[in-house]
C-alpha cells in the first residue's frame, strides 16, 4: 500500500539551529500537510501545501512541496526548547484519505 | 486550543466491557474522522464520515463500531477488544466545501484493554 517515509527518525540538535526533515514516497499526493505532536496530545497542524513546488511559510517554520509531488520538506530555523516534539507529513490520496508519515521526534539541547 | 474535542481522555477497560468513545467538532467541518495511533507505527485511518455518511472504512475490525448522528459529533463504541487494540484513538475534522484540506484533531482518548 502506499508509504510515506520520514527522515530522519530522530535528531538532536542544539538550540539556534536550523532544523531539516523530508518526507518521501512512491506515489503522487496533491495535497501535503505538516503536523507537530506533543506527548499525550493530537497532532497540530502547522503547514498546509496545496502545489507543486509551493514554498510556504509559518514563522520559523517552511515547507515545500515537492516538485515531483512525491516529498515535501520541512525547514525549522533557529529552533527553540518548545520545538521539541514529534513532527509528522501527511499526504491526501483521493478525497478524504490521508496517509501519515512515521514521524521525526526532534530534541532540542538548551 | 483547539476546535476538537474528546472524551474521556483516558480510558481502561477489560475485554469483555462496552464503551463509546466521543469526538465533538466546533469548526463547522462537514467531514469526521477516526484514526488509531499505535507506537511506532503511523496513524491509521479507520472511518470517515461526509455530511454524516460513511465514505471510507478501512478493513477495521467489526469490534469497532462508528456512529455519525450529526455533522458535529462522532462516536466510536468499542466492545469485546483485545489488548492490542491499545493505543491513542484520535479525530479529526476538516472542510472540503471551503476548498480547504486542512485537517484538524483532537487531544485524543488513551485507551488501555486489560
Known amino acids: 500500500g502506499q508509504q510515506l517515509n520520514q527522515s530522519p527518525q530522530s535528531m538532536f540538535i542544539q538550540e539556534g539551529e536550523d532544523v531539516s526533515m523530508n518526507c518521501t514516497s512512491s506515489?503522487?499526493?496533491?495535497?501535503w500537510l505538516w503536523y507537530k505532536q506533543d506527548p499525550g496530545e493530537g497532532p497540530v497542524l502547522l503547514i498546509a501545501?496545496?502545489?507543486?513546488?509551493e514554498l510556504t511559510s509559518n514563522g520559523r517554520l517552511t515547507a515545500q512541496f515537492g516538485i515531483t509531488r512525491k516529498d515535501s520538506f520541512l525547514n525549522i530555523s533557529a529552533s527553540i526548547p518548545s520545538d521539541v516534539g514529534i513532527y509528522f507529513c501527511?499526504?491526501?490520496?483521493?478525497?478524504?484519505?490521508?496517509?501519515f508519515g512515521t514521524g521525526t521526534r526532534l530534541k532540542v539541547l538548551a | 486550543e483547539t476546535g476538537v474535542t474528546q472524551t474521556p481522555r483516558h480510558l481502561v477497560m477489560g475485554m469483555t466491557n462496552k464503551k463509546s468513545l466521543k469526538c465533538e467538532q466546533h469548526l463547522g467541518h462537514n467531514a469526521m474522522y477516526w484514526y488509531k495511533q499505535s507506537a511506532k507505527k503511523p496513524l491509521e485511518l479507520m472511518f470517515v464520515?461526509?455530511?454524516?455518511?460513511?465514505?471510507e472504512n478501512n478493513s477495521v475490525p467489526s469490534r469497532f463500531s462508528p456512529e455519525c448522528p450529526n455533522s458535529s459529533h462522532l462516536f466510536l463504541h468499542l466492545h469485546t477488544l483485545q489488548p492490542e487494540d491499545s493505543a491513542l484513538y484520535l479525530c479529526?475534522?476538516?472542510?472540503?466545501?471551503?476548498?480547504?484540506?486542512?485537517?484538524?484533531f483532537g487531544p485524543g482518548t488513551r485507551l488501555t484493554v486489560t
Open positions: 501545501l496545496y502545489k507543486a513546488g
Open positions: 506515489s503522487i499526493f496533491n495535497t
Open positions: 501527511a499526504g491526501l490520496t483521493g478525497t478524504y484519505k490521508y496517509i
Open positions: 464520515y461526509s455530511l454524516e455518511e460513511r465514505v
Open positions: 479529526a475534522s476538516s472542510d472540503r466545501d471551503r476548498g480547504s484540506y486542512e485537517q484538524y
